[in-house]
Protein backbone atom coordinates (compact mmCIF):
# COMPACT_ATOMS: atom_id res chain seq x y z
CA UNK A 1 0.00 0.00 0.00
CA UNK A 2 1.09 3.25 -1.06
CA UNK A 3 1.99 5.67 1.94
CA UNK A 4 -0.54 7.80 3.34
CA UNK A 5 0.01 11.10 1.82
CA UNK A 6 -2.60 14.15 1.76
CA UNK A 7 -0.55 16.06 -0.80
CA UNK A 8 -1.66 13.27 -3.15
CA UNK A 9 -5.61 14.33 -3.16
CA UNK A 10 -4.77 18.19 -2.64
CA UNK A 11 -3.26 19.13 -6.24
CA UNK A 12 -4.84 22.41 -7.62
CA UNK A 13 -7.37 19.94 -9.63
CA UNK A 14 -8.55 17.50 -6.74
CA UNK A 15 -8.73 20.37 -3.91
CA UNK A 16 -10.84 22.65 -6.00
CA UNK A 17 -13.00 19.59 -6.83
CA UNK A 18 -13.42 19.11 -3.16
CA UNK A 19 -13.78 22.72 -2.27
CA UNK A 20 -16.79 23.25 -4.79
CA UNK A 21 -18.38 19.98 -3.41
CA UNK A 22 -18.08 20.95 0.45
CA UNK A 23 -19.97 24.35 -1.15
CA UNK A 24 -22.48 22.81 -2.44
CA UNK A 25 -22.86 20.76 0.46
CA UNK A 26 -23.31 23.58 2.97
CA UNK A 27 -25.73 25.37 0.72
CA UNK A 28 -28.09 22.30 -0.20
CA UNK A 29 -27.85 22.04 3.78
CA UNK A 30 -28.89 25.69 4.27
CA UNK A 31 -31.56 26.06 1.22
CA UNK A 32 -33.52 22.69 2.52
CA UNK A 33 -33.08 23.81 6.17
CA UNK A 34 -35.21 27.87 5.40
CA UNK A 35 -37.67 25.65 3.09
CA UNK A 36 -38.23 22.90 5.83
CA UNK A 37 -38.66 24.58 9.10
CA UNK A 38 -42.13 26.64 7.42
CA UNK A 39 -42.87 23.36 6.03
CA UNK A 40 -42.89 21.78 9.18
CA UNK A 41 -44.33 24.32 11.45
CA UNK A 42 -46.74 24.24 9.38
CA UNK A 43 -47.30 20.19 9.54
CA UNK A 44 -46.97 20.19 13.36
CA UNK A 45 -49.62 23.28 13.62
CA UNK A 46 -51.89 20.62 11.76
CA UNK A 47 -51.42 17.43 13.59
CA UNK A 48 -52.33 19.65 16.56
CA UNK A 49 -55.14 21.50 14.80
CA UNK A 50 -59.07 20.96 16.47
CA UNK A 51 -59.89 20.13 12.42
CA UNK A 52 -59.85 16.43 11.94
CA UNK A 53 -58.71 16.78 7.91
CA UNK A 54 -56.52 18.87 9.71
CA UNK A 55 -54.70 16.59 12.13
CA UNK A 56 -55.47 13.67 9.07
CA UNK A 57 -52.92 16.18 6.77
CA UNK A 58 -50.43 16.20 8.89
CA UNK A 59 -50.55 12.18 9.95
CA UNK A 60 -50.55 11.09 6.42
CA UNK A 61 -47.32 14.16 5.76
CA UNK A 62 -45.18 12.97 8.95
CA UNK A 63 -46.11 8.92 9.06
CA UNK A 64 -46.04 8.91 4.86
CA UNK A 65 -42.26 10.70 4.59
CA UNK A 66 -40.76 9.70 7.59
CA UNK A 67 -41.34 5.89 7.30
CA UNK A 68 -39.56 5.65 3.75
CA UNK A 69 -35.88 5.86 3.60
CA UNK A 70 -33.77 8.75 2.79
CA UNK A 71 -32.32 7.13 -0.46
CA UNK A 72 -35.85 5.99 -1.46
CA UNK A 73 -36.94 9.47 -1.31
CA UNK A 74 -34.28 10.98 -3.43
CA UNK A 75 -34.30 8.77 -6.18
CA UNK A 76 -37.69 8.79 -6.47
CA UNK A 77 -37.52 12.95 -6.47
CA UNK A 78 -34.98 12.61 -9.01
CA UNK A 79 -36.28 9.61 -11.30
CA UNK A 80 -39.91 9.53 -11.20
CA UNK A 81 -41.40 13.23 -9.62
CA UNK A 82 -40.48 14.82 -12.84
CA UNK A 83 -41.96 12.42 -15.08
CA UNK A 84 -45.03 13.21 -13.68
CA UNK A 85 -45.00 17.08 -14.19
CA UNK A 86 -46.18 18.62 -17.22
CA UNK A 87 -43.96 18.71 -20.30
CA UNK A 88 -42.97 22.73 -19.68
CA UNK A 89 -42.42 22.89 -16.39
CA UNK A 90 -39.64 18.98 -16.97
CA UNK A 91 -37.97 20.49 -19.29
CA UNK A 92 -37.38 23.95 -17.48
CA UNK A 93 -36.09 21.69 -14.80
CA UNK A 94 -33.86 19.58 -16.94
CA UNK A 95 -32.39 23.05 -18.36
CA UNK A 96 -31.36 24.08 -14.07
CA UNK A 97 -29.78 22.25 -12.26
CA UNK A 98 -32.00 19.00 -12.04
CA UNK A 99 -29.81 16.92 -9.99
CA UNK A 100 -29.88 19.77 -7.30
CA UNK A 101 -33.12 20.36 -7.12
CA UNK A 102 -34.58 17.24 -6.68
CA UNK A 103 -32.11 16.60 -4.07
CA UNK A 104 -33.40 19.99 -2.50
CA UNK A 105 -37.14 18.84 -2.79
CA UNK A 106 -36.85 15.10 -1.56
CA UNK A 107 -34.14 16.40 1.51
CA UNK A 108 -36.88 19.24 2.49
CA UNK A 109 -40.01 17.06 2.99
CA UNK A 110 -37.88 13.73 4.84
CA UNK A 111 -35.97 16.75 7.07
CA UNK A 112 -39.49 18.95 7.23
CA UNK A 113 -41.50 15.59 8.37
CA UNK A 114 -38.87 14.84 11.09
CA UNK A 115 -38.74 18.66 12.37
CA UNK A 116 -42.65 18.62 12.70
CA UNK A 117 -42.33 16.16 15.07
CA UNK A 118 -39.89 17.96 17.17
CA UNK A 119 -42.25 21.15 17.13
CA UNK A 120 -45.07 19.24 18.36
CA UNK A 121 -43.79 17.36 20.67
CA UNK A 122 -42.29 21.35 21.99
CA UNK A 123 -45.50 22.93 22.37
CA UNK A 124 -47.36 19.82 23.50
CA UNK A 125 -44.55 19.69 26.18
CA UNK A 126 -45.75 23.01 27.65
CA UNK A 127 -48.11 21.90 30.00
CA UNK A 128 -51.74 22.91 29.68
CA UNK A 129 -51.96 24.41 33.15
CA UNK A 130 -49.85 26.96 31.52
CA UNK A 131 -52.11 27.87 29.27
CA UNK A 132 -55.34 27.97 31.75
CA UNK A 133 -53.04 29.98 34.09
CA UNK A 134 -52.44 32.64 31.54
CA UNK A 135 -56.26 32.93 30.97
CA UNK A 136 -57.24 32.87 34.45
CA UNK A 137 -54.79 35.28 34.41
CA UNK A 138 -57.09 37.71 32.33
CA UNK A 139 -54.20 36.91 28.77
CA UNK A 140 -56.78 36.40 25.42
CA UNK A 141 -55.66 33.35 23.61
CA UNK A 142 -53.52 34.65 21.27
CA UNK A 143 -51.45 36.95 24.28
CA UNK A 144 -51.16 33.56 26.22
CA UNK A 145 -49.95 31.64 22.99
CA UNK A 146 -47.53 34.41 22.29
CA UNK A 147 -46.40 35.45 25.85
CA UNK A 148 -46.44 32.52 27.86
CA UNK A 149 -46.52 28.81 26.12
CA UNK A 150 -44.43 29.67 22.54
CA UNK A 151 -41.63 31.10 24.84
CA UNK A 152 -41.46 27.81 27.23
CA UNK A 153 -42.23 25.93 23.89
CA UNK A 154 -39.13 27.38 21.82
CA UNK A 155 -36.36 26.34 24.77
CA UNK A 156 -37.90 23.23 24.48
CA UNK A 157 -38.21 23.01 20.38
CA UNK A 158 -34.70 24.46 19.38
CA UNK A 159 -32.11 21.61 20.47
CA UNK A 160 -34.03 19.12 18.78
CA UNK A 161 -34.16 21.33 15.93
CA UNK A 162 -30.73 21.64 15.80
CA UNK A 163 -30.47 17.74 15.98
CA UNK A 164 -32.42 17.42 13.11
CA UNK A 165 -29.99 20.45 11.07
CA UNK A 166 -27.08 18.24 12.25
CA UNK A 167 -29.47 14.76 10.67
CA UNK A 168 -29.77 17.37 7.55
CA UNK A 169 -25.55 18.31 6.91
CA UNK A 170 -25.06 14.62 7.09
CA UNK A 171 -28.32 13.20 5.09
CA UNK A 172 -26.86 15.51 2.60
CA UNK A 173 -24.26 13.60 1.19
CA UNK A 174 -27.02 10.73 0.32
CA UNK A 175 -27.68 12.74 -2.86
CA UNK A 176 -24.45 11.68 -4.54
CA UNK A 177 -26.74 8.56 -5.98
CA UNK A 178 -28.88 10.96 -8.19
CA UNK A 179 -25.33 12.81 -9.08
CA UNK A 180 -25.93 15.98 -7.16
CA UNK A 181 -21.90 16.97 -7.06
CA UNK A 182 -21.89 17.71 -3.46
CA UNK A 183 -18.86 16.60 -1.44
CA UNK A 184 -19.64 13.06 -1.12
CA UNK A 185 -19.64 13.00 -4.75
CA UNK A 186 -16.64 15.06 -5.40
CA UNK A 187 -14.64 12.72 -3.17
CA UNK A 188 -15.73 9.51 -5.07
CA UNK A 189 -14.47 11.79 -8.08
CA UNK A 190 -11.37 12.26 -6.52
CA UNK A 191 -10.59 8.61 -4.74
CA UNK A 192 -11.25 7.64 -9.10
CA UNK A 193 -9.02 9.78 -10.34
CA UNK A 194 -6.20 9.59 -8.19
CA UNK A 195 -6.80 5.81 -6.39
CA UNK A 196 -6.56 7.57 -3.00
CA UNK A 197 -9.10 6.17 -0.98
CA UNK A 198 -7.64 6.71 2.43
CA UNK A 199 -6.68 10.12 2.01
CA UNK A 200 -9.58 11.30 0.64
CA UNK A 201 -11.91 10.05 3.10
CA UNK A 202 -10.20 11.49 5.54
CA UNK A 203 -10.27 14.81 4.37
CA UNK A 204 -13.94 14.11 3.55
CA UNK A 205 -14.67 12.40 7.04
CA UNK A 206 -13.21 15.99 8.56
CA UNK A 207 -14.70 18.17 6.55
CA UNK A 208 -18.37 16.48 7.28
CA UNK A 209 -17.28 16.16 11.01
CA UNK A 210 -16.00 19.99 11.26
CA UNK A 211 -19.12 21.59 10.42
CA UNK A 212 -20.92 18.56 12.38
CA UNK A 213 -18.93 19.89 15.58
CA UNK A 214 -19.65 23.13 14.85
CA UNK A 215 -23.55 22.36 15.28
CA UNK A 216 -23.48 20.45 17.65
CA UNK A 217 -21.64 23.34 19.87
CA UNK A 218 -23.92 25.65 18.92
CA UNK A 219 -26.83 23.24 20.51
CA UNK A 220 -24.90 22.99 23.67
CA UNK A 221 -24.47 26.67 23.68
CA UNK A 222 -28.41 27.17 23.27
CA UNK A 223 -29.27 24.87 26.15
CA UNK A 224 -27.03 26.22 28.44
CA UNK A 225 -28.08 29.87 27.67
CA UNK A 226 -31.94 29.09 27.07
CA UNK A 227 -32.18 25.82 29.37
CA UNK A 228 -35.70 24.00 29.45
CA UNK A 229 -37.58 25.93 32.94
CA UNK A 230 -39.62 23.35 34.33
CA UNK A 231 -43.34 24.84 34.89
CA UNK B 1 21.58 -3.92 3.06
CA UNK B 2 22.37 -1.76 0.59
CA UNK B 3 26.05 -3.69 0.26
CA UNK B 4 23.64 -7.42 -0.40
CA UNK B 5 21.33 -5.37 -2.60
CA UNK B 6 23.28 -5.17 -5.90
CA UNK B 7 24.85 -9.04 -5.62
CA UNK B 8 21.57 -9.87 -4.81
CA UNK B 9 19.97 -8.12 -8.20
CA UNK B 10 23.15 -9.65 -9.93
CA UNK B 11 22.39 -13.13 -8.71
CA UNK B 12 18.77 -12.81 -10.38
CA UNK B 13 19.48 -11.31 -13.30
CA UNK B 14 21.81 -14.47 -13.47
CA UNK B 15 19.13 -16.32 -13.02
CA UNK B 16 16.87 -14.91 -15.68
CA UNK B 17 19.60 -14.76 -18.01
CA UNK B 18 20.32 -18.08 -17.75
CA UNK B 19 16.63 -19.32 -17.80
CA UNK B 20 16.33 -16.94 -20.85
CA UNK B 21 18.89 -19.00 -22.54
CA UNK B 22 17.34 -22.28 -21.57
CA UNK B 23 14.30 -20.93 -23.64
CA UNK B 24 16.50 -18.91 -26.71
CA UNK B 25 14.07 -20.02 -29.03
CA UNK B 26 10.94 -20.75 -28.06
CA UNK B 27 9.30 -21.25 -31.50
CA UNK B 28 11.75 -23.97 -31.61
CA UNK B 29 10.20 -25.68 -28.58
CA UNK B 30 7.28 -25.25 -30.10
CA UNK B 31 7.80 -26.47 -33.42
CA UNK B 32 9.08 -29.58 -31.29
CA UNK B 33 6.39 -30.48 -28.97
CA UNK B 34 4.36 -29.86 -32.11
CA UNK B 35 1.14 -27.53 -30.15
CA UNK B 36 0.84 -24.00 -29.46
CA UNK B 37 -0.88 -23.58 -26.29
CA UNK B 38 -2.90 -20.41 -25.99
CA UNK B 39 -3.71 -18.99 -22.55
CA UNK B 40 -7.38 -17.85 -22.76
CA UNK B 41 -9.88 -16.62 -20.37
CA UNK B 42 -12.71 -18.77 -21.61
CA UNK B 43 -15.38 -16.64 -19.77
CA UNK B 44 -14.95 -13.68 -21.69
CA UNK B 45 -17.58 -14.64 -23.80
CA UNK B 46 -17.39 -13.85 -27.44
CA UNK B 47 -13.60 -13.07 -27.08
CA UNK B 48 -12.94 -16.67 -25.78
CA UNK B 49 -15.55 -19.15 -23.62
CA UNK B 50 -17.10 -22.18 -23.27
CA UNK B 51 -19.76 -23.54 -25.82
CA UNK B 52 -22.50 -24.93 -24.29
CA UNK B 53 -23.40 -27.96 -26.50
CA UNK B 54 -19.09 -29.33 -27.05
CA UNK B 55 -18.03 -28.12 -23.89
CA UNK B 56 -14.93 -26.43 -25.73
CA UNK B 57 -13.50 -23.55 -26.02
CA UNK B 58 -14.60 -21.25 -28.48
CA UNK B 59 -14.50 -17.34 -29.51
CA UNK B 60 -12.83 -14.72 -31.57
CA UNK B 61 -8.99 -14.97 -29.75
CA UNK B 62 -9.46 -18.63 -29.82
CA UNK B 63 -9.79 -18.40 -33.47
CA UNK B 64 -6.94 -16.12 -33.55
CA UNK B 65 -4.61 -18.55 -31.99
CA UNK B 66 -5.74 -21.39 -33.92
CA UNK B 67 -4.42 -19.14 -37.11
CA UNK B 68 -1.28 -18.86 -35.25
CA UNK B 69 -0.93 -22.56 -34.91
CA UNK B 70 -1.72 -22.77 -38.05
CA UNK B 71 1.04 -20.66 -39.57
CA UNK B 72 3.60 -22.06 -37.56
CA UNK B 73 2.37 -25.61 -38.66
CA UNK B 74 1.42 -27.06 -34.95
CA UNK B 75 -1.82 -27.80 -33.74
CA UNK B 76 -4.12 -24.95 -31.39
CA UNK B 77 -3.94 -26.06 -27.60
CA UNK B 78 -6.22 -23.26 -25.46
CA UNK B 79 -5.87 -23.36 -21.75
CA UNK B 80 -8.30 -21.66 -19.55
CA UNK B 81 -6.34 -19.01 -17.28
CA UNK B 82 -7.74 -16.38 -14.59
CA UNK B 83 -7.54 -13.04 -15.12
CA UNK B 84 -4.85 -12.29 -12.62
CA UNK B 85 -3.02 -15.07 -13.62
CA UNK B 86 -2.18 -14.59 -17.56
CA UNK B 87 0.63 -12.70 -17.21
CA UNK B 88 2.47 -15.28 -14.41
CA UNK B 89 1.22 -18.20 -16.32
CA UNK B 90 3.22 -16.73 -19.80
CA UNK B 91 6.40 -15.68 -17.83
CA UNK B 92 6.62 -19.35 -16.48
CA UNK B 93 6.13 -20.84 -19.21
CA UNK B 94 3.12 -22.81 -18.80
CA UNK B 95 1.38 -21.34 -21.78
CA UNK B 96 2.81 -19.72 -25.02
CA UNK B 97 1.10 -17.27 -25.91
CA UNK B 98 -1.76 -15.55 -24.21
CA UNK B 99 -4.75 -14.93 -26.12
CA UNK B 100 -7.17 -13.53 -23.29
CA UNK B 101 -8.29 -10.19 -23.46
CA UNK B 102 -5.52 -8.50 -23.00
CA UNK B 103 -5.21 -4.94 -23.08
CA UNK B 104 -1.97 -3.32 -24.40
CA UNK B 105 -0.71 -1.19 -22.02
CA UNK B 106 2.67 0.93 -21.27
CA UNK B 107 2.83 -0.74 -17.82
CA UNK B 108 2.64 -4.22 -19.29
CA UNK B 109 4.86 -3.62 -22.00
CA UNK B 110 7.53 -3.63 -19.39
CA UNK B 111 7.05 -7.52 -18.73
CA UNK B 112 5.61 -8.62 -21.92
CA UNK B 113 6.03 -8.27 -25.65
CA UNK B 114 2.53 -7.43 -27.46
CA UNK B 115 1.49 -8.67 -30.88
CA UNK B 116 -0.13 -6.44 -33.41
CA UNK B 117 -3.87 -5.21 -32.10
CA UNK B 118 -6.28 -7.82 -32.28
CA UNK B 119 -9.05 -5.95 -31.24
CA UNK B 120 -9.59 -1.97 -30.83
CA UNK B 121 -12.70 -1.23 -28.67
CA UNK B 122 -13.48 1.58 -26.60
CA UNK B 123 -15.42 4.11 -24.78
CA UNK B 124 -18.48 5.73 -27.28
CA UNK B 125 -21.28 8.22 -26.42
CA UNK B 126 -24.60 7.09 -26.91
CA UNK B 127 -27.11 9.88 -28.26
CA UNK B 128 -30.91 11.00 -28.48
CA UNK B 129 -31.55 11.76 -32.55
CA UNK B 130 -33.46 14.57 -31.73
CA UNK B 131 -29.72 16.67 -30.05
CA UNK B 132 -28.74 16.70 -33.64
CA UNK B 133 -25.52 15.58 -32.28
CA UNK B 134 -23.37 13.55 -34.53
CA UNK B 135 -19.63 14.18 -33.12
CA UNK B 136 -17.92 13.76 -30.14
CA UNK B 137 -16.35 17.52 -30.48
CA UNK B 138 -20.04 19.13 -30.51
CA UNK B 139 -20.86 17.72 -26.87
CA UNK B 140 -19.36 20.77 -25.90
CA UNK B 141 -20.51 23.02 -23.09
CA UNK B 142 -23.82 19.83 -22.91
CA UNK B 143 -25.05 17.28 -20.07
CA UNK B 144 -23.80 13.74 -20.24
CA UNK B 145 -24.14 10.92 -17.91
CA UNK B 146 -22.21 7.94 -17.14
CA UNK B 147 -21.38 5.17 -13.96
CA UNK B 148 -19.24 6.76 -11.40
CA UNK B 149 -16.05 5.06 -10.51
CA UNK B 150 -14.63 3.97 -14.06
CA UNK B 151 -12.36 5.92 -16.55
CA UNK B 152 -15.55 7.14 -18.48
CA UNK B 153 -15.86 10.45 -16.90
CA UNK B 154 -12.07 10.93 -17.22
CA UNK B 155 -11.93 10.15 -20.47
CA UNK B 156 -15.25 12.44 -21.65
CA UNK B 157 -13.94 15.06 -20.15
CA UNK B 158 -10.24 14.46 -21.77
CA UNK B 159 -12.49 14.55 -24.58
CA UNK B 160 -14.43 17.15 -24.58
CA UNK B 161 -13.05 19.78 -21.78
CA UNK B 162 -15.87 21.82 -21.43
CA UNK B 163 -18.57 19.07 -21.28
CA UNK B 164 -20.98 18.68 -17.73
CA UNK B 165 -20.50 14.98 -16.56
CA UNK B 166 -23.08 13.71 -14.38
CA UNK B 167 -22.37 10.59 -12.41
CA UNK B 168 -24.44 7.84 -11.42
CA UNK B 169 -24.18 4.44 -8.85
CA UNK B 170 -24.53 2.05 -12.02
CA UNK B 171 -24.22 2.28 -15.91
CA UNK B 172 -28.05 1.84 -16.26
CA UNK B 173 -29.17 4.50 -13.97
CA UNK B 174 -27.61 6.68 -15.88
CA UNK B 175 -29.17 4.66 -19.15
CA UNK B 176 -32.29 5.80 -17.37
CA UNK B 177 -31.70 9.55 -16.80
CA UNK B 178 -30.69 9.40 -21.00
CA UNK B 179 -33.64 8.20 -21.90
CA UNK B 180 -35.82 11.04 -19.77
CA UNK B 181 -33.87 13.54 -20.98
CA UNK B 182 -31.83 14.95 -18.10
CA UNK B 183 -28.97 14.40 -20.65
CA UNK B 184 -28.12 14.65 -23.95
CA UNK B 185 -25.67 12.06 -24.02
CA UNK B 186 -24.97 8.49 -22.22
CA UNK B 187 -20.73 7.59 -21.97
CA UNK B 188 -19.92 3.83 -21.47
CA UNK B 189 -17.78 0.93 -22.66
CA UNK B 190 -18.57 0.46 -26.03
CA UNK B 191 -19.56 -3.15 -25.59
CA UNK B 192 -21.92 -2.32 -22.78
CA UNK B 193 -23.26 0.64 -25.01
CA UNK B 194 -24.19 -1.69 -27.47
CA UNK B 195 -26.12 -4.28 -25.36
CA UNK B 196 -27.56 -1.12 -24.16
CA UNK B 197 -28.31 -0.18 -27.45
CA UNK B 198 -29.84 -3.32 -28.63
CA UNK B 199 -32.20 -3.74 -25.54
CA UNK B 200 -33.83 -0.62 -26.52
CA UNK B 201 -35.88 -2.50 -29.28
CA UNK B 202 -37.98 -0.19 -30.78
CA UNK B 203 -36.95 2.84 -29.20
CA UNK B 204 -33.18 2.76 -31.16
CA UNK B 205 -35.17 4.74 -34.10
CA UNK B 206 -34.61 7.83 -31.21
CA UNK B 207 -30.78 7.17 -30.23
CA UNK B 208 -27.77 7.15 -31.78
CA UNK B 209 -24.08 5.52 -30.92
CA UNK B 210 -21.83 7.71 -32.05
CA UNK B 211 -19.17 6.70 -34.34
CA UNK B 212 -16.46 8.44 -32.55
CA UNK B 213 -14.88 6.21 -29.20
CA UNK B 214 -13.46 9.12 -26.54
CA UNK B 215 -10.89 6.57 -25.62
CA UNK B 216 -8.99 3.81 -27.02
CA UNK B 217 -8.48 0.71 -25.67
CA UNK B 218 -6.34 -2.11 -28.21
CA UNK B 219 -6.15 -5.84 -27.30
CA UNK B 220 -3.40 -7.72 -28.50
CA UNK B 221 -1.66 -11.03 -28.19
CA UNK B 222 0.70 -11.56 -25.36
CA UNK B 223 4.16 -12.85 -26.05
CA UNK B 224 7.42 -13.50 -23.78
CA UNK B 225 9.81 -11.03 -24.21
CA UNK B 226 12.44 -11.29 -26.45
CA UNK B 227 11.14 -14.15 -28.07
CA UNK B 228 11.58 -11.84 -31.69
CA UNK B 229 11.01 -15.13 -33.89
CA UNK B 230 7.80 -15.90 -32.85
CA UNK B 231 6.89 -12.65 -32.30
CA UNK B 232 7.60 -12.03 -35.80
CA UNK B 233 5.94 -15.15 -37.16
CA UNK B 234 2.63 -14.17 -34.60
CA UNK B 235 2.52 -10.60 -36.71
CA UNK B 236 2.62 -12.55 -40.01
CA UNK B 237 0.05 -14.81 -39.34
CA UNK B 238 -1.86 -11.27 -38.27
CA UNK B 239 -1.12 -9.71 -41.20
CA UNK B 240 -2.27 -12.71 -43.37
CA UNK B 241 -5.69 -12.83 -41.51
CA UNK B 242 -6.10 -9.53 -42.26
CA UNK B 243 -4.62 -8.86 -46.07
CA UNK B 244 -6.95 -12.27 -47.03
CA UNK B 245 -10.04 -10.79 -45.48
CA UNK B 246 -10.44 -13.14 -43.20
CA UNK B 247 -9.87 -10.84 -39.64
CA UNK B 248 -13.32 -9.11 -41.34
CA UNK B 249 -15.29 -12.82 -41.18
CA UNK B 250 -13.95 -13.72 -37.68
CA UNK B 251 -14.68 -9.83 -36.08
CA UNK B 252 -18.11 -10.20 -37.66
CA UNK B 253 -18.62 -14.12 -37.03
CA UNK B 254 -18.39 -13.16 -33.38
CA UNK B 255 -19.16 -9.43 -32.98
CA UNK B 256 -21.57 -8.32 -36.01
CA UNK B 257 -25.11 -8.25 -37.08
CA UNK B 258 -25.97 -11.55 -36.28
CA UNK B 259 -24.17 -12.14 -32.96
CA UNK B 260 -25.69 -10.94 -29.78
CA UNK B 261 -22.96 -7.68 -29.90
CA UNK B 262 -24.45 -6.43 -33.10
CA UNK B 263 -21.33 -4.26 -34.52
CA UNK B 264 -22.43 -3.28 -37.83
CA UNK B 265 -19.11 -2.30 -38.73
CA UNK B 266 -15.27 -2.31 -37.74
CA UNK B 267 -13.99 0.30 -37.12
CA UNK B 268 -10.40 -1.26 -36.67
CA UNK B 269 -7.98 -3.10 -38.88
CA UNK B 270 -4.73 -5.20 -37.30
CA UNK B 271 -2.29 -3.82 -38.63
CA UNK B 272 -0.47 -1.75 -35.81
CA UNK B 273 0.32 -2.10 -32.09
CA UNK B 274 0.03 1.68 -31.70
CA UNK B 275 -1.68 2.08 -28.21
Not at chain 1, 181 to 186: G, I, K, R
Request: charged share 20%.
Amino acid sequence: MPHFDLAAVLTDEFRGWLISGFLLSLELTLIVWLLALPLATFTALCRLSSLAPARWVGFALVEGIRNIPLLVHLLFWYFAVPELLPESIRAWLYEHNAEFICAAGGLTLYTAAFMAEDIRSGIRAVPITQLEAARALGFGFLASMRRIVLPQAVRIIVPPLISQSLNLWKNTSVATVIGTAELMYQAQRVETASFRGVETFTLTTLAYLSVSLIITALAVWFQRRYPVRTA
Amino acid sequence: MKAIAPVTLAAVLTGLLSMHAAVADQLADIRKKGELVCGVLGTDEPMSFIDARTRTLIGYEVDLCEAVAKKIGVSAKPRQLAVAARIPELQQGRVDILAATLTHTKEREAVVDFSLNTFVTGQRVMVRKDSGITKVAQLAGKKVVTVKGGTQEPNMRKAVPTVEVVTFETAPQAFVALQQRKAIGFVNDEVSLLDAFGKLGPAQKDYVVLTESISVEAIALGLRKNEPALKTLVNDALRELETSGQAEQLFFKWFGPSSRLKYQTRNFKIDSDRI
